[in-house]
């Protein structure tokens, strides 16, 4: 088993940056994906990719062995 690879974890960081306009839904995404509010509300006043980037580092999502 491995961690999500982190050309993978780039990908998911640029979809939050580009896919998603206002931050707002990109907030209502990470609720439905249950990510803690804690790490949502956070960094929340950072631009859309240092903020996807600080959830994702900051998640055990990112540290889980996966396969």
Same mark, same amino acid.
């Given at each position: 088993?491995? !961690? /999500? +690879?982190?050309?993978i974890?780039?990908?998911? /960081?640029?979809?939050?940056? %580009? #896919?998603? =306009? =206002?931050?707002? !839904? $990109? @907030? !209502?995404?990470?609720?439905? #994906? @249950? $990510? +803690?509010?804690?790490? /949502? =509300?956070k960094?929340? @006043?950072? +631009?859309?990719?240092?903020?996807?980037?600080? $959830?994702?580092?900051?998640?055990?999502?990112?540290? %889980? %062995? /996966?396969?």
């Amino acid at each position: 088993m491995s !961690t /999500i +690879p982190f050309e993978i974890q780039q990908q998911v /960081i640029q979809c939050f940056g %580009k #896919c998603f =306009y =206002y931050k707002d !839904t $990109v @907030e !209502t995404f990470m609720r439905s #994906c @249950e $990510v +803690p509010d804690d790490l /949502i =509300y956070k960094d929340k @006043e950072k +631009p859309k990719f240092v903020w996807a980037k600080n $959830v994702l580092n900051n998640s055990s999502f990112a540290h %889980k %062995k /996966i396969g």
